[in-house]
């Protein structure tokens, strides 16, 4: 590959895989805002918060109003979704306008398939802090115009309130964790059959593996990382092929809502109100993780495998939100100010589909050179990416 030179004036700065040809295009912070309990107040609105690292910007693109909270944000070809207390919502993925929106109480987690928004569900009363029962937790709807579809209600599917959702081939995985009623927490994960649309079964994770949050997968397995009884924390590792489960406690205390995710390999975790982040080996599945010198209390976790950076967040869940970027070797690199307990960070990766090189002749720096090997004048040059050693890139402005 030919030696390329930057054009300071005509490029921004971003980072690319070269051998999946993708980059980072901008990372959306679903800020849940401030709900307060005691009084039953929306303090402080839902925000939908965008990052853009080629000029490293921040800045809301959507306040979600009557949301007590929010809970997902997923990004799917030219649109992304949001679960928002009670609403599913359809937005642009590059004007951020809305495009369709759903009512649906106790959304919590969102799964796209086959055209198909699958939801989670689970709530509970705010004045007695008692669990809402609900006749499916579990709900379809379409992609297009989020239409109610079909759901598994509680004999043919989840008895229980379900959370994170996970794909893999032609199965979707559900935990079921009944989280909203106290001391009767499940430890279970839910089988559905993509192809025929069918509730197949339910994996038990065993009684130390209750209260299943987020769920990962690592080759040929699936990892859940457990609240327990919210005195404890553990994590479970379910073989694809075979359901077959084993458990590994953690710790005396749970590790709170979102703050886990896979990365190198390892499962990055922490212990809720502590200010040390772990690393659990999947190999070696060690009792306890190794500590890493990020030392903070996070409330969410993002991986960002293109620029092998882990995106984290803080807040005091009142006052402000903060964002801070780790490299591999775990050095902040950047960090920004968002929204009030942002929750939910998702990646906009984008694919590549118009490449250039520049060829490095101090004489000529004219000449841009296309895949192809056609040479094309600098001046008719239109936007497109420069690769400098397989990793960083140049888009023309």
């Known amino acids: 590959m030919k030696k390329v030179i930057s054009i300071l004036c005509l490029m921004l700065f971003v980072f690319v895989n070269a051998k999946s040809n993708e980059y980072v295009h901008q990372i959306f912070v679903l800020n849940e805002g401030y709900f307060d309990y005691s009084t039953n107040q929306i303090v402080e609105p839902v925000t939908i918060g965008v990052y853009t690292p080629s000029d490293d910007s921040y800045s809301v693109v959507d306040t979600i109003e009557n949301a007590r909270f929010a809970s997902d944000l997923v990004v799917h070809e030219e649109f992304f979704y949001v679960a928002a207390d009670n609403k599913l919502l359809k937005y642009d993925i590059n004007n951020y306008n809305l495009v369709a929106s759903q009512n649906i109480d106790g959304i919590r987690n969102i799964k796209i398939h086959n055209?198909?928004?699958?939801?989670?569900?689970?709530?509970?009363?705010?004045?007695?802090?008692?669990?809402?029962?609900?006749?499916?937790?579990?709900?379809?709807?379409?992609?297009?115009?989020?239409?109610?579809?079909?759901?598994?209600?509680?004999?043919?599917?989840?008895?229980?309130?379900?959370?994170?959702?996970?794909?893999?081939?032609?199965?979707?995985?559900?935990?079921?964790?009944?989280?909203?009623?106290?001391?009767?927490?499940?430890?279970?994960?839910?089988?559905?059959?993509?192809?025929?649309?069918?509730?197949?079964?339910?994996?038990?994770?065993?009684?130390?593996?209750?209260?299943?949050?987020?769920?990962?997968?690592?080759?040929?397995?699936?990892?859940?990382?457990?609240?327990?009884?919210?005195?404890?924390?553990?994590?479970?590792?379910?073989?694809?092929?075979?359901?077959?489960?084993?458990?590994?406690?953690?710790?005396?205390?749970?590790?709170?809502?979102?703050t886990s995710v896979i990365r190198d390999a390892k499962i990055n975790y922490q212990i809720s109100g502590d200010t040390v982040l772990y690393e659990w080996d999947i190999f070696t599945l060690s009792n306890s993780g190794n500590s890493l010198p990020l030392n903070n209390n996070f409330y969410e976790l993002a991986y960002d495998h293109v620029n092998d950076w882990l995106y984290t967040t803080s807040t005091d869940y009142f006052s402000y939100g903060i964002v801070e970027v780790y490299d591999n070797n775990n050095n902040i690199v950047n960090s920004f100010n968002c929204g009030i307990s942002p929750g939910t960070i998702t990646i906009d990766f984008r694919v590549i589909t118009d490449l250039f090189e520049v060829h490095n002749e101090k004489s000529n720096i004219n000449n841009i050179y296309d895949l192809s090997g056609k040479v094309v004048d600098l001046e008719n040059l239109k936007s497109g990416v420069f690769i400098k050693n397989n990793k960083a890139t140049f888009i023309v402005k």
């Open 115 to 258: 055209e198909k928004v699958f939801v989670s569900r689970g709530d509970y009363d705010n004045t007695t802090f008692m669990p809402i029962k609900f006749a499916s937790y579990l709900q379809v709807y379409s992609l297009s115009d989020l239409s109610f579809s079909f759901e598994f209600d509680t004999v043919t599917g989840p008895k229980w309130s379900t959370q994170n959702m996970i794909v893999n081939e032609d199965k979707l995985y559900v935990a079921i964790n009944n989280a909203y009623e106290w001391g009767n927490e499940k430890g279970i994960i839910g089988v559905v059959d993509l192809s025929t649309n069918s509730y197949e079964t339910e994996i038990d994770l065993g009684p130390d593996g209750k209260n299943p949050d987020n769920l990962m997968k690592f080759g040929s397995n699936l990892y859940t990382v457990n609240n327990k009884n919210w005195s404890g924390s553990s994590i479970s590792k379910v073989n694809f092929n075979s359901y077959y489960s084993t458990t590994t406690n953690l710790a005396a205390a749970p590790t709170g809502c979102g």
